[in-house]
């Protein structure tokens, strides 16, 4: 007959715990990131500006 029940030895050891870095790695990360997604905006409207000012110049002609 088998039990549902286990026996000491099997129980799991737990996940260990999250520390919190105190060297401000993670928020260096996280300006580095919003810094990323900024430049790439300005960059992607600047194209876009780009594009559009030389097929408005060119229909004109």
């Given at each position: 007959?088998?039990?549902?029940?286990?026996?000491?030895?099997?129980?799991?050891?737990?996940?260990?715990?999250?520390?919190?870095?105190?060297?401000?790695?993670?928020?260096?990360?996280?300006?580095?990131?919003?810094?990323?997604?900024?430049?790439?905006?300005?960059?992607?409207?600047?194209?876009?500006?780009?594009?559009?000012?030389?097929?408005?110049i060119a229909g004109?002609?």
């Amino acid at each position: 007959m088998t039990t549902t029940g286990g026996t000491p030895h099997d129980v799991r050891p737990l996940a260990p715990a999250v520390v919190p870095t105190t060297n401000g790695t993670e928020r260096r990360k996280q300006r580095g990131v919003v810094l990323r997604v900024l430049v790439y905006v300005v960059v992607a409207h600047g194209l876009a500006a780009y594009l559009y000012f030389l097929f408005t110049i060119a229909g004109r002609h």
